[in-house]
């Protein structure tokens, strides 16, 4: 067993997420398999010590694992696998990304003229998430920051520099163009993300088009090609699978009844939600609440 995989298994002291000392920094565990199924991915960046995880998004899969890290930079409604050895559990590291961490990194790229804006445009148009291969220096500082999670001292102390340096050392690779687009203010994928977190804030309220494209100063046809290209869904598509995946935490996490739960997540019809829920997830909404 490896130093990473001893660290997360340390903190990892349930299945699923695990909060630790720093805000914002997880530790994830699976001990079983799961086999593809619709999911909900949060924008972060994802790195695996043990075990492997596939993202199905339209036509093409990204996997992740010990070689690889993911970085998506908007959240994406997708399908997942999870690949699990027995008896070694998958288990990761999940961070979030904080834009005003990325900011002065940016600029300091710029200043030493370390990335150019046309390749990242060109990038920036077709991708919002991208796998990338873990290197040694990347390593070495995500094994320090995950032994620094062991001590609520070290976490306060050194956290948050080991945080940005870990940004820094993904910036720093090939394919970061999405991740400075994010950065920067006036690129689509920057204003995308404002509309997307209004999205994410109020997914249970009544949402259009036209005002979410004025959210991100679009017109609401260069929104919706824009949304599709970095999401893969139209704008209303992704409302849907947000709301029913919002929905299914709900009943899995809290129990609550199914009419609550749709009313909760914005349907004004339960016979509405029952019928797009079972479409989406393959199980009716009151199976996922029985099998509690």
């Known amino acids: 067993m490896n130093s ?37 991915y949060s924008q972060g960046v994802f790195i695996v010590a043990q075990g492997a995880k596939r993202i199905h998004l339209e036509q093409k899969t990204y996997e992740y694992n010990a070689d690889n890290y993911l970085v998506l930079t908007l959240p994406i409604p997708a399908e997942c696998e999870t690949l699990v050895v027995l008896g070694e559990p998958l288990l990761s ?50 094994f320090r920051l995950a032994r620094c999670l062991h001590s609520p001292l070290e976490s ?36 995308l993300e404002r509309a997307m977190k209004y999205m994410h804030e109020h997914y249970d309220q009544s949402l259009d ?27 209303m598509q992704y409302l849907k699978k947000l709301r029913l995946s919002k ?19 914005g349907y004004e019809s339960p016979t509405q939600f029952s019928r797009e829920f079972k479409r989406y997830f393959g199980l009716t909404p009151q199976a996922v609440s029985y099998s509690l």
């Open 247 to 265: 929905a299914r935490e709900l009943l899995q996490d809290q129990g609550i009844r199914v009419k609550q739960a749709a009313a909760d997540v």
């Open 93 to 142: 590291l999940l961070i979030d990304i904080d834009v005003s961490v990325l900011h002065p990194l940016v600029r300091l790229f710029d200043h030493y003229q370390q990335t150019s804006d046309s390749p990242g445009e060109l990038l920036e148009a077709r991708n919002s998430l991208y796998v990338s291969p873990v290197t040694d220096s990347f390593s070495a500082t995500v």
């Open 209 to 235: 088009v036209e005002r979410l494209a004025s959210m991100a100063n679009m017109s609401p046809s260069t929104f919706h090609r824009n949304f599709r290209n970095m999401t893969s869904s139209s704008p």
């Open 4 to 40: 990473f995989v001893e660290s997360l298994t340390f903190l990892a002291k349930k299945e699923g997420y695990n909060t630790t000392h720093i805000p914002g920094v997880g530790v994830f565990k699976a001990s079983e398999s799961r086999a593809r199924e619709p999911l909900c």
């Open 156 to 191: 306060e102390a050194l956290g948050k520099g080991l945080v940005q340096e870990l940004l820094f050392h993904i910036l720093n690779g090939e394919q970061a163009a999405p991740l400075f687009a994010l950065a920067r203010h006036n690129t689509h994928l920057a204003r």
